[in-house]
Structure formats: structure tokens, C-alpha cells
């Protein structure tokens, strides 16, 4: 599976687990709210008959319930927000609404409930947004009164009304401050972690890549050979290694200048990578060596994608930069397919062996492991007249 659908499915699952946390805090509440509702109708302060309140306790669990199940059957993944907050909320305060209209004795203890509605809110909404929640809470609550004084037998003191509506405002006003400082220790937080994220990202790139090409660096390499390794022990799998080095690099160093010579790395890492399969793996390995690696490849395909590799960077035009001419290089290349259960350090001897048989047998061209010691099958039939004249195998100019 794709690496990053693996990362977010995982990312999908720590969410899921928060929100069932929430909801199960919600049932927890609910309940304890039904159960302090129960008392108060048992002691006479909750004007309803018993029908009446087993209907309230019914309706209310099955709505709390609701909003697990669907988290658990993962169909709250459908909707916009699928923490579903807002029906969360209000449901909760549905359900306290309805005891305070039916507890007028008790309305004012409620209150309590408004107050952890709110601080419910503050790891869901913004700073900005804990007002109005605080301003909707308080008009639902005048709005008990209202309905009260409209439909209910019961009196309403107003003097003790005011005070008890003033506390409610202090206590709405202190929540709601401390839900800011809250929301900003969260948004401080959730900054510094993906900071953090970033920094391990590109910690993990760093430590696996080669600074100058962005290849895969020699560490990494040996990662990739060894996961290759175990796959082929395991039977029907076969790999191989190339080895490229490119001749003569020295020169363009010393003709044109070290960032010049990076520059030449640069191009022809791109070119290596180009040329190369999806499947295949490339490192640098140090200055100017680089280590191809060639999943489910067996040697005859392995000396093909060789030679394409060869022919490429051969033909390859490579800018130097501002001022500085286009040229062209060559390398050597030496290819070893793996032989069940070796050591990998055997396969990467004699690919190196091969690589350093091609420089011998005249550079720009391959050389096989099955040629080895004997280097002349695979040579390029020009390189070897090149390499008498220093003036023709230096790294030829052409732009
Ligand atoms: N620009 C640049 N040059 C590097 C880097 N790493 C190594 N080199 C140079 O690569 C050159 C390698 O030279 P040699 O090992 O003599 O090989 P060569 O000149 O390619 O000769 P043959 O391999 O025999 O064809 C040296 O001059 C190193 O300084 C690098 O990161 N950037």
C-alpha cells in the first residue's frame, strides 16, 4: 500500500479514537445527568409523572448513544464535521433545557451544565466563536424563564432570577477567558508539533540522501541492498548492481573548478535517474561513483540496462554554468547480479571489481562479473584508442 494512504488511515484512526473518547465523555455526563434528574424526581422536585420522566430517560440515552454508534460504524466519516460538535452540543442541551423547564426547583443548579457545554466547545471552536456559544447558552436559558412564566404553574421570583442570571453571565464570562487561554495553548501547540513534523521529515530526507545530487546516499544504500537481499533468499527473486564511475572526473575539477564538477554530478545524477525504472534504486556512493540498484533484474537485463546507462550519460550534454562550456563525460560501469544467500559485501566486491576492470579495459564501457578477470567482452571498441592520446579523453567540450 501507498506510504502516504498508510499515513493517513493512521492519521484517520488517532481522530476516530479522540472523537469516541469525547462522545463516551458526552454518555458519561448524560448519564450522570439522568441519574441526578432521577433523585430530584424521587425527592419531588421535578413536576412530571413517572411516564413521563422513563420517556425523558428513553429518548435522552438513545441520543447519547447515537453519537458512538456512529462514530464506531464509522459514519460519521460522511459528514462535513465529522466530530459532529455542534449536534453534540446540541443534544446536551436539548436534554437540560427540557429538566430545567420540568425541575424549576432546581433550574438554577443546571446551570452548572451550561458551564461544561461551554467548556466542551473550547477544544472544538474558535476563540472568536466561544461568545456567541456563551451568548446562545444564556438566551436558551432566558428562554426557560419565558416558557416558565408562559406555560408553567410555577412562580418565578425575579429579584432572585437577576442574581442567579448575573452569576450565570460571570461564570459564562470566566469559562469563556479560560477557554481562550486554553484555545491558544492548543494552537501553540499544534504549531510547535507540526514544526516538529516538518523538522523529522526533513531530518529523515537528510539522512538518507546524498547533499548534493538528492541521490540516495551509501547508508541508504546498504538499506536497499540488504531489503533486495532478504527478498531474493526467499526464492524466485533476482537483483542486480551497477557500478558507474565516471573517467576522468578529476580533469573537469581541475579545468573548471569544484562547483563546475558538482554541477557535472548534478546533471548526470538526473540523467541516471531518468534512464533508470521505478523500480530501480540509485546512490551516490562517493565523488563520483554512483551504485545503481536493478530489482528483479537477472544478468543479461542487468548488462542491457547497463549499456543504456553507458550510451546515456555518454551522450548526455552537461552545462557547467554561467561562462563555463558544455561538455561531455563517459563512465565505466561494472555490473554483478546476487547469488543466493552470499554476503552482500561478495556481490558488492565484484561489482566493484567489474566497474574497475571497465576502467582498465579503456573506460566508457561495461564490464560483466562473468567477465571478470577476462575484460574485454563488453568494450567499447573506441575507448581504448581514446585513452592514449590524454588530449581526446579529456572530458570533450561540446557547446
Ligand atoms: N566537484 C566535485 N568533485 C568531487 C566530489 N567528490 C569527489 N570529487 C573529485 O572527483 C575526482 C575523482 O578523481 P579520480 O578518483 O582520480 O578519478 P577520475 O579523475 O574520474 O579518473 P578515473 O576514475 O580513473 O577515470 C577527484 O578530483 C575528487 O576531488 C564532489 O562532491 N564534487
Not at 112 to 136: E, G, T
Not at 350 to 355: F, L, M, T, V
Request: charged share 20%.
Amino acid at each position: 500500500m501507498d506510504s502516504q494512504v498508510l499515513k493517513d488511515d493512521q492519521k484517520i484512526t488517532v481522530a476516530q479514537k479522540l472523537r469516541l473518547r469525547r462522545s463516551l465523555m458526552a454518555v458519561g455526563a448524560g448519564f450522570a445527568n439522568s441519574l441526578v434528574i432521577t433523585i430530584a424526581w424521587q425527592f419531588g422536585y421535578v413536576f412530571v409523572s413517572g411516564e413521563l420522566l422513563f420517556a425523558y430517560l428513553a429518548v435522552s440515552s438513545i441520543g447519547y448513544a447515537l453519537f458512538p454508534w456512529l462514530i464506531l460504524t464509522k459514519k460519521n466519516l460522511n459528514f462535513s464535521d465529522p466530530s459532529m460538535t455542534s449536534f453534540q452540543i446540541g443534544w446536551q442541551l436539548i436534554m437540560i433545557l427540557v429538566c430545567m423547564y420540568a425541575a424549576p426547583g432546581i433550574r438554577e443548579l443546571l446551570i452548572v451544565n451550561f458551564l461544561l457545554i461551554l467548556l466542551f466547545s473550547v477544544f472544538r471552536y474558535h476563540p472568536k466563536q466561544l461568545p456567541f456559544v456563551a451568548a446562545f447558552l444564556l438566551s436558551s436559558y432566558l428562554l426557560v424563564i419565558l416558557a416558565q412564566l408562559m406555560w408553567s404553574s410555577a412562580p418565578i421570583h425575579w429579584q432572585y432570577e437577576v442574581v442567579t442570571s448575573l452569576v450565570f453571565v460571570l461564570g459564562l464570562i470566566g469559562v469563556s477567558l479560560l477557554g481562550v487561554e486554553i484555545s491558544s495553548l492548543r494552537v501553540a501547540l499544534k504549531r510547535r508539533n507540526e514544526h516538529l513534523a516538518l523538522l523529522t521529515a526533513k531530518n529523515e530526507q537528510l539522512a538518507v540522501t546524498d547533499d548534493l545530487t538528492g541521490l540516495y546516499n551509501r547508508r541508504h544504500l546498504m538499506r536497499i541492498l540488504r531489503r533486495q537481499k532478504s527478498l531474493s533468499d526467499r526464492g524466485g527473486y533476482q537483483f542486480s548492481i551497477g557500478f558507474i564511475d565516471l573517467d576522468f572526473f578529476k580533469q573537469v575539477n581541475d579545468t573548471y573548478g569544484h562547483a563546475a564538477g558538482d554541477a557535472a554530478l548534478v546533471a548526470v545524477a538526473k540523467e541516471i535517474n531518468r534512464t533508470l525504472r521505478d523500480v530501480d534504486y540509485v546512490a551516490r556512493i562517493g565523488g563520483e561513483e554512483f551504485v545503481v540498484v536493478l530489482s528483479q533484474t537477472d544478468y543479461a537485463e542487468a548488462l542491457r540496462i547497463a549499456e543504456r546507462l553507458r550510451a546515456d550519460i555518454a551522450q548526455l550534454k552537461i552545462d557547467l554554468g554561467e561562462g563555463q562550456p558544455t561538455i561531455a563525460l563517459t563512465a565505466s560501469l561494472g555490473v554483478a547480479t546476487y547469488r543466493l544467500t552470499e554476503t552482500l559485501n561478495d556481490l558488492i566486491h565484484r561489482g566493484d571489481s567489474a566497474a574497475y576492470a571497465a576502467k582498465s579495459c579503456g573506460r566508457n564501457c561495461i564490464v560483466g562479473e562473468k567477465e571478470l578477470p577476462e575484460t574485454e567482452q563488453y568494450k567499447n571498441p573506441l575507448a581504448s584508442s581514446k585513452l592514449e592520446d590524454p588530449d581526446l579523453v579529456f572530458p570533450a567540450i561540446v557547446d
